[in-house]
């Protein structure tokens, strides 16, 4: 009877041990796939950013591209009005 008594008590006192353990184990394994999920979503991030940088360049050198055309076409069309304006001086004189 004594031996029974000692047994509930130790089960009693070591069936909490366990269960803590357990909730150690498993909290073990939230941390690391919190981690996990950290680390993927800094990769996430991570990527967007360089395609955010990488339209940011494309738009810059489309912006550039647009003002070199635009000056070409405005030199263009000042050099020849001004050819077309000299050759109609000439043609009266």
């Known amino acids: 009877m ?12 070591l069936i ?20 996990k999920n950290l680390e993927s979503m800094d990769d996430n991030v991570s990527i967007n950013i360089q395609k955010t940088i990488q339209n940011s360049y494309q738009i810059t050198e489309l912006k550039t591209m647009i003002i070199h055309i635009y000056k070409t076409m405005k030199w263009k069309i000042r050099s020849g009005y001004t050819r077309i304006k000299t050759h109609k001086n000439n043609e009266k004189t």
């Open 2 to 13: 004594f031996l029974v008594y000692i047994v509930l008590i130790l089960s009693t006192c």
């Open 16 to 35: 909490p041990l366990v269960l803590i353990d357990m909730r150690i184990k498993v909290s073990e394994k939230q941390f690391e796939k919190a981690i």
